[in-house]
């Protein structure tokens, strides 16, 4: 099993930046694609971000590019999201997901294990 906490989630006006992190534990987690998604009220869940075990790879939504980071430290069995430039259309619950088979595709359907999530609010 797998199991995954999310943290640093807040309220921050726009423009300004927040870093996400995802605390694995459970089997080799730092061997693992991690992702991150969001999911704002009333819409569907959304690819973020994706890095690979290495973190040789990363991904990243179009709508994210150039503002947010994904990183990881597998000895600290960690995974980051630096998120600046923050606008009120980044509202969302962000949760983060291992793809425990795969290469961290964009897309939830590949992903085996997920977080809780945690709030980001950004006010204009």
């Known amino acids: 099993q797998v199991h995954l906490v999310e943290s640093g989630g807040g309220l921050v006006q726009a423009g300004g930046a927040l870093r996400l992190s995802c605390a694995a534990s459970?089997?080799?987690?730092?061997?693992?694609?991690m992702g991150w998604f969001r999911q704002a009220p009333g819409k569907e869940r959304e690819f973020v971000a994706a890095?690979?075990?290495?973190?040789?790879?990363?991904t990243y939504a179009d709508s994210v590019k150039g503002r947010f980071t994904i990183s990881r430290d597998n000895a600290k069995t960690t995974v980051y999201l630096q998120m600046n430039s923050l606008k009120p259309e980044d509202t969302a619950v962000y949760s983060c997901?291992?793809?425990?088979w795969g290469n961290g595709a964009p897309s939830a359907i590949s992903y085996d294990a997920w977080g809780q999530g945690t709030q980001v609010t950004v006010s204009s």
């Open positions: 997901a291992a793809d425990l």
């Open positions: 459970g089997r080799t987690v730092n061997r693992y694609a």
């Open positions: 890095i690979s075990w290495s973190g040789g790879a990363t």
